[in-house]
């Protein structure tokens, strides 16, 4: 079973560009969740994605924002670029009616902001 | 809110010993799960253990075990017999059925031959 996959792998742009992320999940699972892992700063929630929706989503600013596809794989765009945006990306899925809701982690945007 | 705190910024061990790693969370719900995830140098996030909160019984998976104190809110990880492989950043999180994770710092495993 193919895990979750996200591209691309490393992503440099510039301050005031926009950068797209993709995270395709795993078969069968309907939702998924993006993490920001910045130096220093751990593991911050962005935004959940589940049946297309958005669900829920963290203490992030309007630049950050997203969309989920009917084939559940799903978007982070980050607008305006800030140096600070510097981080890996992560995107995990689960299988929402599963009685853990386990999240599985893809391995990662590395997003460099110059 | 939810909170997960990780007292061990850092941790060693040598190979083939046993290693237990802390973890205390902060919650009001009664039904919640907990999980200890490993970063290595990859960076990607791998699922090491897993435990309902509803279950008294201790989550065990291989070489990996878990002590779970509910009334404490305490959720520490043993690793027996280490391996070079073990060495990770390890992070606690919580969880709520279809919600977010909380994670809490890390704790930076070292393993020495």
């Known amino acids: 079973e193919a895990g979750v996959t996200q591209s691309p792998t490393h992503l440099i742009k510039t301050r005031g560009q926009q950068a797209t992320l993709r995270c395709s999940p795993i078969s069968g699972h309907t939702s998924v969740y993006w993490y920001q892992q910045a130096l220093g700063l751990g593991l911050q929630f962005l935004l959940w994605y589940d049946e297309g929706e958005e669900r829920n989503r963290g203490n992030f600013p309007p630049r950050f924002s997203g969309r989920q596809f009917p084939n559940y794989s799903s978007e982070l765009n980050v607008n305006a670029l800030e140096l600070e945006d510097s981080a890996l990306y992560l995107c995990?899925?689960?299988?929402?009616?599963?009685?853990?809701?386990?999240?599985?982690f893809g391995p990662g945007t590395r997003l460099t902001v110059l | 809110a939810q909170t997960v705190t990780q007292s061990q910024p850092e941790m060693s061990v040598q190979e083939a010993e046993t290693v237990t790693l802390s973890c205390t969370y902060d919650?009001?719900?009664?039904?919640?799960?907990l999980f200890w995830y490993k970063q290595p140098p990859s960076r990607q996030m791998i699922l090491v253990i897993r435990q309902e909160a509803y279950k008294q019984q201790n989550a065990t998976e291989n070489r990996f075990s878990v002590n779970f104190q509910k009334a404490a809110k305490s959720f520490s990880l043993k690793i027996s017999d280490s391996q070079l492989g073990d060495a990770a950043m390890y992070f606690c999180?919580?969880?709520?059925?279809?919600?977010?994770?909380?994670f809490g710092e890390g704790t930076q495993l070292t393993v020495n031959p």
């Open positions: 995990a899925s689960s299988q929402q009616r599963a009685k853990t809701d386990t999240q599985y």
């Open positions: 919650t009001s719900e009664s039904d919640y799960y």
């Open positions: 999180a919580y969880g709520t059925s279809g919600s977010r994770l909380t």
